[in-house]
């Protein structure tokens, strides 16, 4: 299975997930400039968090307008897995690939620390090896992650099971304590905690690893059929 | 050279976290003559003379980049820069 | 605007206004040059003759400190400083304050102080690891205060956040002297394989220099100098030196020059940042540094404003800006490869062998100084200490007020020193990289080495208390807190960087504190093998003519071979016994307890023995090493009855302890003392090894009161109402009214 | 109720990063007739409408807390807010 992390200007968890993919799950991994237009032959595409183009102007915005962007958005149409984490949830959100948008957190401030996530979904490519509501320890470190959309928007997300992991305690602000959702075909995923963080016991938590298994166990099913 | 002021502010509906920390402040600092505070971007684009479709490329920028459709409206001002 | 003429410059001494003496002028005209010097080159002798860039007033202080031992592969002259930590390994890392801006603007001045400090790491070629910093302000009761430390905090955890290295730990505490004059040290560490360092020398007649990075505009011009100066309310028109921090354009700076020493090596010479007195600083050094002499035009160098002049391009503090000496071959090779990272570069000049440093704008030549007279030449200065009054002091000490031992224990732990600075750290990206063994919340920080067993202990330390009440003593002081935070964790001490901050050296009180205090530091430092490697010095550190209290802060490194033994502060398993490693005497002068029951500090300290410190020391490391202890945290400020609230703490654990000592001494700082707890299955393996040195005081237990019996009191305090003392301290005075 | 809008932007002689790399990537979407950029904030502030005084008020808020005044600078418009 071979995966694609996207790096932007500025994107700086791009090599956290290089490595979880590498170390954590020994596959097949290449970094993706920003500037490049195919993502032919790539089984899954990872978008790292960090502050692309110092997220000035607001977060993702800039790299929304990106060469790969279009490809993305491509390859999203094919069911291709896209996983967006931190900065990259907030540019599948500017890209309109995810609903709704990201906000300054409810308190004005950046926010880092471990916080428990419980998964509503597990039926998800990205979430299979988790059970239903199971509690994760995962580290989240954003200024901009108060999820926010209208009403009709939310309703469409609980109707269609988009939510998939939620705050244990609402840590931002984020409507209905959303910390990921996907897309409504499920191969897009958007989440603001970082599982490429939580891979090893050492490091405080190893919640993370099971997520790039399912990815890399659905692909092998997928394969198999 | 002609300038170009964009306002980009949230929509009413959303909440406005820095705003409403700024309220807090106001009061704190005695000026509770001022009841709301709400924060927006601000924008001055400096556009070359000759261009033409101003209003075209303007919307553009605004609602591809400056401006987030999900929670902001923007609007804006073209005027003569005087030097 | 014309600029004056060398005769004006002479009879109207303009060049005291940008802090030259009348003597230093005349070394100038009569020694260095043998001419009187025009506008810019007044303008480039009055930056780098200043402290700043001199250490003129504190190089024969600094002396004193040792500089070497078998890991220091550069020690103090490099950008920052490298030790050997095996493999090939070696760790790169400095401190630096920016204390100055950051009181005059401070989300941008500590933004940019992080900034700074970043770039003397990954100009050396080290990919940087881990940030820490360390924060005076004065007490948390004014509004002034209160936006100081809120925005100096945002300013760092912005910078570092957006540029993507973790901010593992620091240190922040109160003290009214602080008020006007915050501290605002920041302190990076970088990895980096021997074979890949580079200095930053200017050297092979021909060669290029490379100006890449941001333009350059009229931001922070004579900041240098402006660092050397106090600070006054009337001097309101200083505040024109405010530079803003790009992190943005910094990371792909970064980025591009770490890739660049790694893969395309044979293209460069040296790199350099441009920091304090930029273009002139990094050039000037770089040539010196080589024995070259330099060409520069400045038409070349990309500028953000019209009509600069040659004074403005070359002092300008705008950041993120880097310098680099590269081959003329591969001139079109390294401007393709930073346009390929959207980064601006071009030439500026080229290195020659004449030892001239020779400035052209607008094809006149404005500047041809010989490089030696700019950076060498500048006086040194022996200024002579007097021992300030209040010392003369007897050596008694202060007695606590601990009758009621629950509401003084409760007390202490709201202190804004001693309470949890998590309402500050929790805004920095800890985790980042995901190396981050121990954060913010321990004694050190712990980060593992990607790929390898080893992980670096990190600490800024320095309790400037105890070096106004006693600057010797205090001085020894600061490196063995510290050396214990980084033993704590179980890491060996391996080298230090330092951030002095003083006040106006030139009175001779000052002066002699600051004298005091480096020697004492440097005993220990000798004592243990533990070199100072890099370090900054921050002098002038006055309001309205008040100094600060003496304030050299430490930022140690040490060396855990194995990082799954790196070990924390905070109790883990009910029924695991409680040890107090260090006997406790009477030491409350300086204290917290006598801060927060004097509002003041005074008395002297009791001498240290480091015969003892140093054996306790490789003790601990030793039980640590074989497993032999589950938590272990050093005491420090509020003393016993803090350690063993914050080891409570952690997993929310109480205890009960028996002590055969007084109550008062639950409060004593006796320095290098270790909290640790150990398995019941350990007790006799332990014991046999720790000897006469530890004693049991207690367990951990399975509720939610620590309970505590000393010789005169007996006192129960439920473990949730002190959590909330000390958690909720700072959150509480940080709203604003 | 009255509305006063104010813009507080960077001094010139300040560098603007995300004016900057806004520039650039209005320029990247091919919209070159745009020659500069530079962002500031935009505040809408609600005043009561008995309010004396408001001027000063208002200028003593700009002055401590909207705008940064050793790198900003503001102005402001007072107007009736139309219900
Ligand atoms: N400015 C800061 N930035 C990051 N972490 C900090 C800061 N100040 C304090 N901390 C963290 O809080 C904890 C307690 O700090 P401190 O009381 O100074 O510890 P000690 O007394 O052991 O030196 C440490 O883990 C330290 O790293
Ligand atoms: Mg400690």
Partial sequence: ?225 | MTLVKVYVTYKKSILDPQGEAIKKAVHGMGHTIIQNVRMGKYFELTVSDNAQNIDAEINEVCDQLLANPNMESYRYEVMEENK | MTEPTAEVIRETKLYKAWGLSEQEYKIITDKVLNRLPNYTETGLFSVMWSEHCSYKNSKNVLRKLPNKSKRVLAGPGEDAGILDIGDGQAIVFKAESHNHPSAVEPYQGAATGVGGIIRDIFSMGATPIALLNSLKFGELDGEHTKYLAEEIVAGIGGYGNCIGIPTVGGEIAFQERYSNNPLVNAMCVGVINHSDVKYGKASGDGNLIVYVGAKTGRDGIHGATFASDEFADDKETQRSAVQVGDPFMEKLLMDACIELVHEHSEWIMGIQDMGAAGLVSSTAEMASKAGSGLIIELDEVPQRETEMSPYEIMLSESQERMVLCIHPEFKNDVLDFFTDKLLDAVIIGKVTDDRQYKIYHHKKLVCDIPVSGLVDDSPEYKHTGSRPKRLDISDKQFEPNVEDLKSVWLSILKQPTVSSKEYFYNTYDSQIKANTIVKSGSDSAVVRIRNTNKAIALTNDGNSRFVYVDPYIGGQLTVIEAASNIVASGATPIGITDCLNYGNPEKSEIFWEFEQSVEGIASVCEKFDIPVISGNVSLYNEYNDKAIFPSPMIGMTGLLEDSSKATTQGFKDAGDLIYLIGETCDDYNGSEIQQMQINKVEGRLNKLDLDVISKRYQKVLSFIDKGLIKSCHDVSEGGLAVALSEAAFEKKLGFKINLNMTTKQLFSETPARFLVSVSKDDRDKFEDAVGDEGKQIGFVANDDFMDIQTVDSEVKINLNEALSSWKEAIPCLMKTE
Avoid at chain 1, 17 to 26: H, M, Q, R
Avoid at chain 1, 51 to 78: C, M, Q, T, W
Avoid at chain 1, 191 to 201: G, I, K, N, S, V
């Fill in chain 1, 1 to 225: 299975m071979r995966f694609a992390v996207i790096v932007f200007p500025g994107s700086n968890c791009d090599k956290d997930l290089y490595y979880a993919v590498k170390d954590g799950i020994n596959a097949d991994v290449k970094m993706v400039d920003y500037r490049e237009n195919s993502l032919e032959g790539f089984d899954a595409i990872l978008i790292p968090g960090g502050f692309s183009y110092g997220d000035y102007l607001r977060s993702g915005a800039i790299a929304a307008h990106a060469p790969i962007i279009n490809e993305i958005k491509r390859v999203a149409n094919l069911d291709v897995p896209i996983l967006g984490i931190c900065n990259g949830f907030q540019i599948l959100t500017e890209i309109g690939l995810l609903p709704g948008c990201l906000m300054k957190n409810q308190q004005n401030k950046f926010i880092c620390e471990d916080v428990e996530l419980s998964v509503e979904n597990n039926q998800t490519v990205f979430t299979s090896d988790y059970n239903y509501r199971q509690i994760l320890k995962i580290p989240v470190a954003h200024g901009e992650g108060n999820y926010y959309c209208d009403e009709s928007t939310l309703n469409e997300l609980n109707k269609n099971n988009q939510i998939v992991f939620k705050y244990c305690s609402n840590i931002n602000g984020s409507v209905e304590n959303i910390a990921g959702i996907s897309n409504k075909k499920g191969n897009v995923l958007g989440m603001m905690p970082h599982p490429e963080r939580a891979l090893e016991e050492i490091v405080g938590s190893d919640d993370g690893l099971k997520m790039f298994q399912s990815i890399l166990k659905s692909h092998m099913d997928r394969v198999n059929l």
